[in-house]
């Protein structure tokens, strides 16, 4: 089962009062709700591929309206094969377009948006219809909700927005989308519109995710770092036999020879490490920095040497 799924059959379980209610079931009409006159008869036709969706919308009219849908289904041609959806409604039609205003005149959208609780429904309603989201496992934190009407669009992310959600509106196919990318962002929303239970799951499964994320990046950071440490040691380790062959270490300073030996007895160690080995062997204290200028002038020499072969 889908993430947004489990998210829809949550939100499909939620009991309200009569206005949110209605908010809930005006977002259904704008967003997926179409309009047949046939024979001078009106007729409401709700579309939808998940049965969640279609029992919450059966249930948001008979409650409201006290009123019978026609039921029907068909395949979608398409790879994925999933039953298509149809509710029609012929009974109240003028009620049910008067209440809920589907050509979305702006001034019925604000009357049925006046309260933080209608304003949550109506979002909820817009998930419901047209709303999806990434599960958390993925990483790719995203939810969004489409339609194909621009002020439409203009008004849910104008809704979001209000809960300072960072909505954003971009163009897809042939609609739009308001879409969210902040976890945080996500996990707010869900709970608003009313998946509490199901915040838990995300939060728990984003949390777990993004603390195994900060474990590899701290582990591969150390790798990272134990491979310079290996790297730089082998390099001085190849300089310093270089030196030790082709220079006569009498003329070499104490300094210079001291800093060797303890990288020879020493061939894994990191340059921090080696400064208290330093202390250890010598009895004498030394910064990293200061051991570091030792192992430059070693390279230095055995560039050199490699150089002066180089020139013969």
């Known amino acids: 089962m889908s993430f947004a799924k489990m998210v829809k059959e949550e939100l499909a379980t939620i009991n309200k009062m009569q206005d949110e209610q209605l908010s809930e079931l005006a977002a259904f009409m704008h967003l997926n709700v179409e309009l047949e006159i046939k024979n001078h008869e ?185 491979k310079k440490v290996i790297q730089a040691a082998s390099e001085q380790i190849e300089d310093i036999e270089i030196i030790e062959k082709k220079i006569d270490l009498n003329t070499l300073s104490d300094k210079i020879i001291k800093a060797m030996n303890l990288r020879k007895k020493y061939p894994d160690t990191s340059l921090s490490e080696l400064t208290t080995l330093y202390l250890k062997e010598y009895q004498e204290t030394i910064s990293k920095s200061g051991l570091n200028h030792r192992y430059m002038k070693i390279k230095e020499l055995a560039n050199q040497v490699r150089n002066d072969e180089n020139g013969r």
Not at 149 to 162: S, W
Not at 168 to 196: M, W
Request: aromatic letters at 10%; hydrophobic letters at 35%.
């Open 42 to 226: 009106k007729m409401l036709w709700f579309k939808t591929t998940n049965p969640t969706v279609a029992r919450r919308f059966l249930t948001l009219v008979k409650t409201l309206y006290k009123t019978d849908a026609t039921l029907m289904t068909s395949q979608e041609h398409n790879f994925k094969k999933k039953n298509s959806i149809h509710i029609g409604i012929k009974e109240n039609v003028d009620q049910i377009l008067s209440e809920h205003d589907l050509f979305y005149e702006q001034e019925n959208l604000e009357l049925l948006t006046q309260t933080v609780e209608t304003k949550t429904a109506y979002l909820r309603g817009c998930f419901l219809s047209s709303g999806s989201v990434n599960h958390p496992k993925t990483g790719e934190y995203h939810l969004e909700i489409y339609s194909d009407n621009p002020t439409k669009m203009v008004f849910i992310q104008r809704l979001m927005n209000e809960f300072n959600l960072n909505a954003k509106i971009t163009q897809r196919r042939n609609g739009y989308i308001a879409y969210l990318k902040e976890a945080e962002c996500i996990a707010d929303f869900l709970r608003y519109i009313g998946a509490v239970e199901t915040v838990f799951l995300y939060d728990d499964i984003r949390i777990k995710r993004d603390f195994n994320n900060s474990i590899n990046r701290v582990i591969n950071m150390e790798l990272a770092n134990e």
